[in-house]
């Protein structure tokens, strides 16, 4: 079946450092990939999407990319701040339908 | 601009009795979702709406019932509530029916499940 795989262990890196996060997908081909933020106790925060024939997507301190041939997509923070922690959720369409497939997220702490 | 409500916000109730969660959005999407988001399992579609009275079964549907009779409303009913269904839950909603449409999400309701 279709499946989304995200690092299950948390995150912690230092202020100033470069996060990177893992989104893998398997058995099929996503169109498209999201990723989103979510602080707890709120609702997911659409960030970035990248479609299947982009390499990479870049918006000001976020940038994320899609490897097709490895079935993965990397999110990048760079220049973290504590600000940015939070859990971060990758989805993917299920088909070619309206649907989309969720990982389980990774959480990111930003240490000052 | 509110964007997408939901109330309540928290819910406290028994096994056996009907809880309706309330899904209201602004913007005049077409498409709103309802997710339960639980440890372990994360976001699960639970039904989704297309359009005023077009609506789909999720993941999963079982044990709840939505309804969409204007655009903006979304409801879900959890006719006999059970202990498994103790969960966050969440609405969403997208503006167009294309491939790669962000989903907007509610605040989420909290539901205990006694």
């Known amino acids: 079946s279709q499946k989304i795989e995200q690092n299950s262990e948390a995150l912690n890196i230092q202020e100033g450092k470069t996060a990177t996060l893992t989104c893998n997908y398997t058995n099929y081909s996503p169109a498209y990939l999201q990723w989103y933020r979510q602080d707890p106790g709120r609702g997911p925060v659409f960030l970035l999407l990248?479609?299947?024939n982009e390499k990479e997507k870049r918006k000001e301190r976020l940038k994320v990319t899609f490897d097709t041939t490895l079935k993965q997509s990397l999110f990048h923070i760079t220049a973290s701040q504590p600000a940015d922690s939070a859990t971060y959720l990758c989805a993917c369409n299920a088909g070619n339908n309206r649907k989309l497939i969720w990982g389980l997220g990774t959480s990111l702490a930003v240490n000052p | 601009d509110a964007g997408i409500t939901q109330s309540p916000r928290y819910k406290i109730t028994e096994t056996g009795r009907q809880v309706t969660l309330m899904c209201h959005q602004t913007w005049s999407h077409s498409y709103m979702f309802w997710y339960r988001q639980d440890l372990g399992h994360g976001l699960r579609l639970i039904y989704y709406?297309?359009?005023?009275?077009?609506?789909d079964k999720g993941e999963v549907p079982d044990g709840y019932v939505v309804s969409r009779s204007k655009t903006e409303n979304f409801p879900l009913t959890l006719e006999s509530a059970t202990r498994s269904q103790t969960s966050v839950y969440f609405c969403?909603?997208?503006?167009?029916?294309?491939?790669?449409?962000?989903?907007?999400f509610g605040p989420g309701t909290r539901l205990l499940v006694l």
């Open positions: 969403a909603s997208s503006e167009l029916a294309g491939v790669g449409e962000t989903q907007y």
């Open positions: 709406s297309a359009a005023a009275d077009i609506t």
């Open positions: 990248i479609r299947e």
